[in-house]
């Protein structure tokens, strides 16, 4: 609906590009003030310079590592003073790299968890008081391979695993607190995150990137690959009074190519 997220402040972590910045638009859209989050500047000036042209308001942005506490608390701390609230979380930052098992160092699980995982828990925590305050809403964006694991991606599908807990846990306090925490399972979506694991798992397999995609849409059974657009539109309407009675459920927008019931 035109206007509906008017007055509502939404802080999109991993906004600046991908599916963040593609929910960080749809939301500014319908009239939100957003603020985007994330760790290279000019990414997140490219990403509001666009928004703005839309006609909506200009994003606020907050550089800052969010594989650290501190960067997590100043973007908190630049929330709480300029607007003193926050209706809407979106844990969207998430860099876990594809490889063969074999090969990838404690670092690099490390690395994974500390940004995906770690920076999604510290973040909900921190706003957890404006979002009762606001009886909000927290959507976590984990990911299909939480639900069908695969060898060359066993980081990322951990990391979604443990997201997939943490969300579920996390809603059972919503319940009692009047806050809305829902996951997004995206499958395979058109973003440069989704080009460079293509380029991971070719060089784990020992082929070209084409084929991998190739090969992907076909194991996957799927027409397409999705665009950010198709996991904004759920965002928008998981974080609408429409879907007020929707709490603790993840929702998989991967064009059916997750095979699991549940």
């Known amino acids: 609906m035109p206007g509906e997220f008017t007055g509502k402040v939404v802080v999109v972590a991993g906004g600046s590009r991908g599916i963040g910045r593609g929910i960080a638009a749809a939301f500014a ?17 490219a ?19 969010l594989r650290t ?3 997590c608390e ?47 828990v510290r973040l909900c925590r921190l706003f957890w008081p404006m979002l009762k305050e606001s009886q909000g809403h927290v959507i976590n964006i984990g990911g299909g391979a939480g639900r069908t694991p695969e060898p060359e991606f066993l980081i990322g599908g951990s990391c979604n695993a443990a997201m997939g807990n943490f969300t579920k846990g996390l809603s059972r306090l919503g319940m009692r607190d009047g806050v809305t925490v829902n996951s997004i399972l995206p499958g ?36 397409r690959i999705g665009r950010p657009d198709d996991i904004a539109e759920l965002a928008l309407f998981l974080c609408s009074p ?3 009675h929707i709490q603790g459920t993840a929702i ?11």
């Open 242 to 244: 429409r879907a007020g």
């Open 188 to 223: 395979m979506t058109e973003t440069e995150r989704v080009e460079q694991l293509f380029q991971q798992r070719a060089k784990a397999l020992g082929k070209t990137p084409d084929e991998i995609r190739e090969d992907s849409l076909k194991k996957s059974g799927t027409r």
């Open 74 to 120: 100043a973007l908190h701390a630049r929330v709480k003073e300029r607007f003193g609230r926050c209706d809407v979380l979106v844990n969207s930052a998430g860099a876990t790299k594809a490889g063969a098992f074999t090969q990838q160092a404690d670092a690099e699980w490390e690395d994974g968890f500390a940004l995906k995982f770690f920076g999604c």
């Open 47 to 65: 990403a509001a310079e666009a928004i703005a042209r839309t006609n909506a308001l200009r994003p606020e942005t907050c550089a800052g590592d």
């Open 252 to 262: 998989a927008v991967d064009g059916g190519a997750t095979g699991a019931y549940y």
């Open 29 to 45: 859209r319908e009239g939100a003030q957003t603020v985007l989050a994330a760790s290279s500047p000019d990414n997140l000036a």
């Open 69 to 71: 506490l501190s960067a």
